[in-house]
C-alpha cells in the first residue's frame, strides 16, 4: 500500500488521487481539493490523518481506523473543510469537537428469521449530532429517517423474502460524513417470525477492518469494488515477497444463495508434481489445520475462509477449492448468484475474484496461491467439476473411499 502523504505533496487546487488503498500518515497543510474516487485511507492509532489549513476540501474517500480503539480519531480538522461522500470508520475531530462513533455499531447478525413473511428489529444507537438514515439493502427499509443528537431506537423491516435468500448489506448514517453498519440474515421456512425483535451490541472499543479481531461468524465488511483490484480468470499475479507477508486470507462470498446448500472449502498443499505428499495435506472440515498451522479453515457466516500463515514455514503451493456437499445432483453452483473470492493480505482486503459462468458444475478449483522467485503468488483457476469432489482430489492425489 502507498503511503498517501507521498500522492498529495506539492499538489495545490485540485489532487485526484487515483482508486486505491493507502496508508496514513496524511496532513494537509495548504487549501486544496482531494477527490479520492472511493480511495480508502487506513489510519493507525496514532497516524490521524489531519488537515491543519484552512480551505481544503475532502471528496469521495474511505477513511479508516485499524487501531483497536475506535475512541481515537481518524480525521482532525478544523470547521470550515468540506467533507462530501466522505464515510468514515472511527472517530472524527471537527473544529475541536469530537464525533464518538462507539455509540453506532459496526454490524448486526439477525440470524435466521421466518421466510415469506415481514420481518422486523429494532436497536438503539447514540449519535452525536443530528444525523439521517437509509437502507442500501433491496427489500429492507428503516425508521424513523431523520435520527435527532442522543439516543436513537432504530427499526428495520424487511419484506417477505424466500426460503433460502441471503441477506447483506449496509445501513448509511449520514451527517458531515457517512457512517456505516452492516447487516447479514437469512430467511429460512422453519425460522421464527421476528416482530421487533431487540437486536444488541456491546459499545466498547473495537478493530477496525481487521478479520483477525472479528467475531468468527461475522463477514469482514467490504471495500467498495473500486478500492480493491479485481481479478481475471487465468491471471497470475505477484502479491508481495515472501519476508514481507505474514498472513493471507481468501473468504468465500456470494450475493445470495436461492436454496439451502451446504459450500464447503478444500485447501490441497501441493508438491513440486501438483500434488499431495500426505493425506494430512488436504484441510477441510474433517482436518481443519495442517502441520504448524499453516493453513487453517475457518468458517464466517457458515462460508469457508482459508487463513494461511506464511511465517509457519514453506507452503509450497496450495490449491483453494470449494464444493457442494452431498450427493444430490441438482444441488450445484446455479443456485448460488455471484459468487467471489474476496483475498486479504495482512488482514486488508486487496484483490477479488469473481466464479463467472457457473452453473452445473459442484466442485470449483478456485485459486491457487504459492511462492515464485521470491515472491507469493496469486493464479485464477476458476476451473469447475460436473464430476464433484471426488475427480476432483483423485487429480490430486488424494484417496477419496467410496
Not at 480525521?75 to 453506532?104: A, F, Q, Y
Not at 421466510?115 to 449519535?127: L, P, Q
Not at 437502507?135 to 424487511?158: Q, T
Not at 431487540?198 to 478500492?227: D, H, I, W
Amino acid at each position: 500500500m502507498t503511503q498517501i502523504q507521498t500522492v498529495i505533496d506539492g499538489c495545490s487546487g485540485e489532487c485526484r488521487i487515483p482508486s486505491d488503498i493507502y496508508h496514513s500518515p496524511l496532513k494537509i497543510e495548504h487549501p486544496c481539493r482531494i477527490v479520492g474516487d472511493s480511495s480508502v485511507i487506513l489510519c493507525g492509532e496514532e497516524q490521524p490523518a489531519a488537515v491543519v489549513s484552512s480551505g481544503v476540501e475532502l471528496r469521495d474517500l474511505r477513511i479508516e481506523s485499524l487501531s483497536s480503539e475506535r475512541t481515537a480519531p481518524v480525521l482532525i480538522c478544523p470547521g470550515d473543510t468540506v467533507l462530501d461522500n466522505v464515510t468514515v470508520r472511527g472517530s472524527i475531530e471537527k473544529n475541536g469537537k469530537l464525533s464518538d462513533s462507539s455509540g453506532i455499531p459496526l454490524s448486526f447478525d439477525l440470524g435466521q428469521f421466518a421466510a415469506d413473511c415481514e420481518n422486523s428489529f429494532v436497536f438503539d444507537i447514540n449519535v452525536t449530532e443530528n444525523s439521517s438514515i437509509e437502507s442500501c439493502i433491496s427489500n429492507v427499509h428503516v425508521s424513523p429517517r431523520e435520527l435527532a443528537e442522543g439516543e436513537n431506537r432504530i427499526k428495520i423491516k424487511i419484506d417477505a423474502l424466500k426460503n433460502g435468500i441471503y441477506l447483506f448489506g449496509v445501513l448509511r448514517i449520514k451527517s458531515d460524513v457517512i457512517r456505516e453498519i452492516y447487516i447479514q440474515g437469512y430467511a429460512a421456512d422453519k425460522a421464527p417470525v421476528c416482530t421487533e425483535q431487540l437486536l444488541t451490541y456491546v459499545r466498547q472499543p473495537q478493530a477496525g477492518l481487521s478479520v483477525k479481531n472479528l467475531p468468527a461468524e461475522t463477514v469482514p465488511p467490504e471495500y467498495p469494488e473500486n478500492a480493491v483490484t479485481v481479478l481475471q480468470k487465468g491471471q497470475r499475479v505477484p502479491i508481495g515477497r515472501l519476508d514481507a507477508i505474514e498472513d493471507i486470507k481468501l473468504l468465500f462470498s456470494c450475493d445470495h444463495i436461492d436454496r439451502p446448500l451446504d459450500i464447503d472449502g478444500y485447501a490441497f498443499i501441493l508438491d513440486s508434481s501438483n500434488r499431495v505428499t500426505k493425506d494430512d495435506d488436504l484441510v477441510f472440515w474433517g482436518n481443519k489445520a495442517s502441520d504448524h498451522g499453516a493453513v487453517r479453515l475457518l468458517t464466517t457466516n457458515g462460508l469457508p475462509c482459508f487463513d494461511i500463515d506464511t511465517s509457519a514455514g514453506n507452503n509450497g503451493k496450495i490449491a483453494v477449492c470449494y464444493s457442494i456437499y452431498g450427493d444430490d445432483p441438482d444441488e450445484t453452483f446455479k443456485y448460488i448468484r455471484d459468487p467471489y473470492v474476496r483475498i486479504f493480505i495482512d488482514n486488508t482486503e486487496r484483490f477479488r475474484f469473481y466464479l463467472n459462468g457457473l452453473s452445473l458444475e459442484k466442485t470449483i478449483n478456485a485459486v491457487e496461491v504459492y511462492e515464485h522467485g521470491g515472491v507469493w503468488k496469486l493464479h485464477c483457476v476458476g476451473a469447475g467439476y460436473r464430476a464433484g469432489l471426488k475427480r476432483m482430489c483423485e487429480d490430486y492425489g488424494v484417496d477419496i473411499s467410496d
